[in-house]
Nanobody, 121 residues
Framework: QVQLVESGGGLVQAGGSLRLSCAAS????????MGWYRQAPGKQRELVAA???????NYADSVKGRFTISRDNGKNTVYLEMNSLKPEDTAVYYC???????????????WGQGTQVTVSS
């Protein structure tokens, strides 16, 4: 069984910073891509940023220059450093592992439970 657990969400004023973490655990050999998604009330879930096992990042246009994604392959952990936060960044942030190679059931994708980020104006 594979689990992804996020941490680091909270309430911050506009212009502030937060750092999210997501740790994957279980019978994992490797994870191809780790990503962060977010879903605001009444909106669809959208990709925020993703990073390959080789360290290549990809960002949504709305967060370029403000957010930085990184990962520690040895710890199966991905981070999202969020700076210059805006009220429109308010959402539940979800971590996703894509192409998780497990020791038992082959390749799977998995989501974390989400962490709330609220940016006040």
């Amino acid at each position: 069984q594979v689990q992804l657990v996020e941490s680091g969400g909270g309430l911050v004023q506009a212009g502030g910073s937060l750092r999210l973490s997501c740790a994957a655990s279980g019978s994992i050999s490797s994870i191809n891509v780790m990503g962060w998604y977010r879903q605001a009330p009444g909106k669809q879930r959208e990709l925020v940023a993703a990073i390959t096992s080789g360290g290549s990042p990809n960002y949504a246009d709305s967060v370029k220059g403000r957010f930085t994604i990184s990962r520690d392959n040895g710890k199966n952990t991905v981070y999202l450093e969020m700076n210059s936060l805006k009220p429109e960044d308010t959402a539940v942030y979800y971590c996703k592992g894509i192409g998780i190679r497990t020791m038992t059931v082959g390749y799977i994708d998995a989501w974390g439970q989400g962490t709330q980020v609220t940016v006040s104006s």
